[in-house]
C-alpha cells in the first residue's frame, strides 16, 4: 500500500489518496505519492494568487500556507523530501530548512520547475 502525503491526508480531513490529489489538482503524475507533492502545488497556488491578488495578499496567503505546512507535515516527512541536491538539511540560520521561509519558498519553487 502507498503512503499518501497530500496535506489533505495528512490533516486528516479526508482519505483523499494522493492518486486522486494529483488528478484533482492537475499536478504532473510523477509527484504521486511523493513526499514533494505538497511543494509543487504550493507553488502552483502562489502564481495562480499572483496574477489574481495583490502582492500584499499574496504574501499573506504564501506564509499561511507555510505555517500550514509546517503544522500538518511531520519533521520524518519534510526530511524525505528531495529538494536541494545538497540535501540541505539546516538552514543559514542553523534551523531545519522547512522552517526559514526563503528555503521553504526556494523548496517550493525548485520542485515546482523540476516537474
Not at 526530511?79 to 517550493?108: H, T, Y
Amino acid at each position: 500500500m502507498s503512503k499518501n502525503y497530500n496535506i489533505m491526508a495528512l490533516q486528516g480531513y479526508t482519505d483523499m489518496s494522493d492518486q486522486d490529489f494529483v488528478e484533482e489538482m492537475g499536478m504532473p503524475q510523477e509527484l504521486a505519492f511523493k513526499p514533494d507533492m505538497n511543494l509543487w502545488m504550493t507553488y502552483h497556488v502562489y502564481l495562480k494568487n499572483k496574477k489574481l491578488e495583490t502582492p500584499e495578499e499574496t504574501e499573506r496567503l504564501l506564509m499561511e500556507q507555510f505555517m500550514q505546512m509546517r503544522i500538518i507535515i511531520s519533521p520524518r516527512i519534510w526530511v524525505d523530501m528531495n529538494v536541494f541536491p545538497e540535501r540541505k538539511l539546516i538552514s543559514q540560520d542553523g534551523e531545519d530548512w522547512w522552517m526559514n521561509d526563503s528555503d521553504l519558498m526556494e523548496a517550493c519553487k525548485q520542485t515546482y520547475h523540476r516537474y
